[in-house]
């Protein structure tokens, strides 16, 4: 049932009662004096925490021309793995299981076939157990599965198991296929387990389950090898951020009492879109609006990233009490991001320093990157032939959760939401 055109104006016409604040031409100005004078380096507590490698710089590339480039890495391999989503039972089981793939430019068919599965279960029922023989393998060898169990994480059970499948499966998957990268390596999503390093930030109990329980640490560690690997073989690895939902160069703003300008973006991706997004003010028949450059894409110079989520990656940080067996500076994270006005859409790319820390090197993944983004007219076409690879659908979904129902002789826990949108 559709609105009655008399509603749909009494809910328009509450738009009138707000205030939205500063109004556009402001929010660019700001843009323009945070970029201009609190950057270089931004500083929480004397410290740091985003800082610009090289010479702090907007740019921009002709989305044709960037186009029409010759390739930067002749071999290009993605990674990304997917999930059925943490799933309830009436028995209080709560499972994800995970899959990883990799994908190849040029194909790779063998290699696009392998996966490597993970399935995470908690329970509060004392006498439930998982049978948790290590790794085990099947589909006649080319695919690896395991089943691990999550202690004691009170509510925060589903995002627990979907992170630790989730994260367990890509990054095994990304140690046991590394020697088959040959040029470059992009991750789908970030380089380390954000959501993972976010816990310690949530809750205290989530706090004391990363610090006593061995997996999250052992899941880090598998992308601290990963890191190291790759510098060996002297091969670089690249995160790409599809919706980046950073909040550090915001938050540290406005906890800064010495910064005298206002913060009106919710977070980072905001600031950066409304600091790369041109054009111009036009006159309309209801006075000026903006008018948005579509031919170029914009970006910025790479930075290091040393606070929040990314602190316990950098120099200063602990690692979570992982060994780093290479200077502690090359596992910093660092980023650049990328505005596409054509769908004004911001991506976020990171590295790390290891591989950012020379200038040929970073301007090489720069335009490999900025390339892919032009021709896709979206992610890397590497990146979503990955999450093609690992995506399962939600045929598959609903048929693997009834395969566990009846594996279990239990029913999944239902909500009317959950029936609502299994139907839509």
């Known amino acids: 049932m559709t609105l009655d ?11 009138a ?37 090289d010479e702090q710089a907007r740019r921009l590339v002709d989305c044709e021309a960037v186009a029409l480039r010759d390739r930067e890495f002749p071999t290009v391999h993605g990674l990304d793995a997917g999930t059925i989503n943490p799933t309830t039972f009436k028995n209080g089981l709560v499972i994800d299981v995970a899959q990883a793939a990799m994908s190849a ?23 439930a157990h998982v049978q948790d023989d290590g790794w085990g393998k099947f589909d006649r060898g080319k695919s690896r599965r ?15 198991v979907h992170a630790l499948a989730l994260y367990l499966a890509e990054s095994e998957h990304a140690l046991e296929h590394a020697e088959r990268v040959e040029d470059l390596l992009v991750l789908d999503g970030p380089l380390y387990p954000r959501g993972l390093l976010r816990w310690a930030d949530l809750h205290p109990d989530l706090a004391d389950f990363l610090l006593e329980d061995p997996r999250p640490t052992t899941v880090l560690e598998n992308y601290v090898r990963l890191v190291e690997r790759f510098v060996e073989r002297d091969v670089p690895l690249l995160g790409f951020v599809k919706n980046p939902a950073t909040r550090l160069l915001t938050r540290t703003l406005k906890g800064n009492r010495d910064v005298d300008v206002g913060v009106p973006w919710g977070d980072d991706a905001a600031f950066f879109t409304r600091l790369l997004e041109r054009g111009e003010y036009v006159d309309d028949v209801e006075g000026t609006r903006w008018e948005r450059e579509t031919s170029a894409l914009t970006y910025t110079n790479w930075f290091h990233s040393r606070g929040g989520v990314d602190e316990p990656l950098s120099a200063a940080g602990d690692a979570l009490g992982v060994e780093r ?35 040929e090197r970073r301007e090489r993944l720069a335009m490999q990157v900025l390339q892919e983004v032009a021709v896709a007219h979206g992610p890397p076409t590497i990146v979503e032939k990955a999450d093609e690879l690992a995506r399962i659908s939600r045929s598959e979904k609903a048929s693997l959760r009834e395969r566990l129902e009846t594996q279990f002789e239990t029913t999944r826990k ?3 939401d959950g029936l609502r949108w299994d139907r839509e």
Request: charged residues 30%; negative net charge.
């Open 5 to 15: 055109p008399v509603h749909y104006d009494g809910i328009a016409a509450l738009a």
């Open 17 to 53: 009662r707000i205030d939205p604040g500063a109004d556009d031409r402001d929010r660019r100005s700001l843009a323009e004096t945070v970029w201009a004078e609190f950057l270089d380096p931004l500083e929480a507590d004397g410290t740091a925490i985003l800082e610009p490698v």
């Open 105 to 127: 430019t040029p194909s790779d068919l063998d290699l696009h076939r392998s996966r490597t599965v993970v399935m995470t279960v908690h329970s509060d029922d004392e006498t």
């Open 146 to 160: 395991r089943a691990i169990e999550v202690g004691d994480v009170d509510r925060f059970a589903e995002g627990v």
């Open 325 to 359: 067996r290479l200077p502690l500076e090359n596992y910093e994270v660092t980023f650049f991001v990328i505005y596409d006005p054509r769908d004004d859409l911001l991506y976020r790319v990171e590295a790390p320093y290891a591989f950012t820390r020379d200038p």
């Open 414 to 416: 239902r909500t009317y």
